[in-house]
T-cell receptor, first 115, second 116 residues
Framework: AQSVTQPDIHITVSEGASLELRCNYS??????LFWYVQSPGQGLQLLLK??????LVQGIKGFEAEFKRSQSSFNLRKPSVHWSDAAEYFC?????????????FGQGTRLTINP | GAVVSQHPSRVICKSGTSVKIECRSL??????MFWYRQFPKQSLMLMAT?????????EQGVEKDKFLINHASLTLSTLTVTSAHPEDSSFYIC????????????FGPGTRLTVL
């Protein structure tokens, strides 16, 4: 079945440590790929997106993501997390299917930062 | 970036009443808007696509008579939860794309609905 999977429901890292959040998709053609962050009481904010071209994408707040076609993955990374990065992170795709230009979200990964 | 607002941010109502949620694109026109529902600690699920000047398109399993959508203008879409019940309590979020290709959407801050 076509889907977006975030294998980690909850991740805890120490402040200053590196971070990688996993995202895998299952679609016939590579969809458009997005990472969003949702902080308590705030709307979803786009961190970065991939449509085509360079497979390493730079986003806001020091985040980056790498598209790997062979692994159907679009993992989010940050070299050094800050306490303010604690939030819910969603991977999302727009499947490139005729007439189905809608965002499909993964289950989300909740990030906790230890001081 | 583009700004999308929602009103109210939170609402509490009695079972059986109807609640209207507004979604506005503040600095751009949106011929299409999307409505999502998010249960606690869960992901966003698309409920329907709101189309300016025509009927909304509902996702499978979403009752169109219960969740009435009206896209009255190029900057406003409303979601009305009719005869609300406690199981309708949820976080409702709207989004709007800047362009017709839907490649990037801008999200409203969400509306927390609690039905007593």
């Amino acid at each position: 079945a076509q889907s977006v999977t975030q294998p980690d429901i909850h991740i805890t890292v120490s402040e200053g440590a590196s971070l990688e959040l996993r995202c895998n998709y299952s679609y016939g053609a590579t969809p458009y790929l997005f990472w969003y962050v949702q902080s308590p009481g705030q709307g979803l904010q786009l961190l970065l997106k991939y449509f085509s071209g360079d497979t390493l994408v730079q986003g806001i707040k020091g985040f980056e993501a790498e598209f790997k076609r062979s692994q159907s993955s679009f993992n989010l990374r940050k070299p050094s997390v800050h306490w303010s990065d604690a939030a819910e992170y969603f991977c999302a795709v727009v499947p490139l299917i005729q007439g189905a230009q809608k965002l499909v979200f993964g289950q989300g990964t909740r990030l906790t930062i230890n001081p | 970036g583009a700004v999308v607002s929602q009103h109210p941010s939170r609402v509490i109502c009695k079972s059986g009443t109807s609640v209207k949620i507004e979604c506005r694109s503040l600095d751009f026109q949106a011929t299409t808007m999307f409505w999502y529902r998010q249960f606690p600690k869960q992901s966003l699920m698309l409920m329907a696509t709101s189309n300016e000047g025509s009927k909304a398109t509902y996702e499978q399993g979403v009752e169109k008579d219960k969740f009435l959508i009206n896209h009255a203008s190029l900057t406003l879409s409303t979601l009305t939860v009719t005869s609300a019940h406690p199981e309708d309590s949820s976080f409702y979020i709207c989004s709007a794309p800047l362009s017709r290709d839907y490649n990037e959407q801008f999200f409203g801050p969400g509306t927390r609905l609690t039905v007593l």
